[in-house]
């Protein structure tokens, strides 16, 4: 089998036809010991591919009711199976809140809906200069005085910037950028959401 590529989230998904079972020695980063029945071929193979590459069978972790594990049930209404499966990466699965059977989905299959609930954090938006995402309030220069001192700090500080000897164009420029962000930073302040 080849190894997955390395990205943040990973979630193997699919109709796999594998009983991973119950049993869990010698596999507890694998699998949990809430699986049903015992383990097939298949159920082997996907225990190795997930060992190789570190992820863990979801389904086998959280304790439920037999109901809300078994995935699959026979025509005959007797046979039920844990045959469909979510798998993360062993990194996220503190993200993973819950992962169970909905039997009540019209899906037209002998199947049941398996679904998981994933816990995400987002990171903070930095565009591509690496700046972090944050708007100035700008609301506040409606204050007649609020503005007046605003005008009064940018006119103070750009004055000092232009005693400033000899630079690059470049270096003007870090200059302004930076006494105006000073500026609305001291003054405005940032916004809140």
Known sequence: MDKLPRRDLKILMGDLRAKVGADNTNRELVMGKHGVGVQNENGELL???CTFNDLVIAGTVFQHKQIHKTTRTSPDGRTVNQI????????????????RVKRGADA??????VVADLKVKLKVYRDR?????????????KDKTKAEIYQCELRNRFSAL?????ESVEEKWRGLRDTWKATCNKVLGKKTR
């Open 47 to 49: 225990t190795e591919f």
């Open 84 to 99: 469909d499966h979510i798998t993360i990466g062993r990194k996220r699965r503190r993200s993973l809140l819950d992962v």
């Open 108 to 113: 037209a299959s002998d199947h049941h809906l």
């Open 129 to 141: 200069v690496d700046r972090p995402s944050h708007k100035y309030n700008i609301h506040s220069l």
């Open 162 to 166: 232009a005693h400033q000897p000899e």
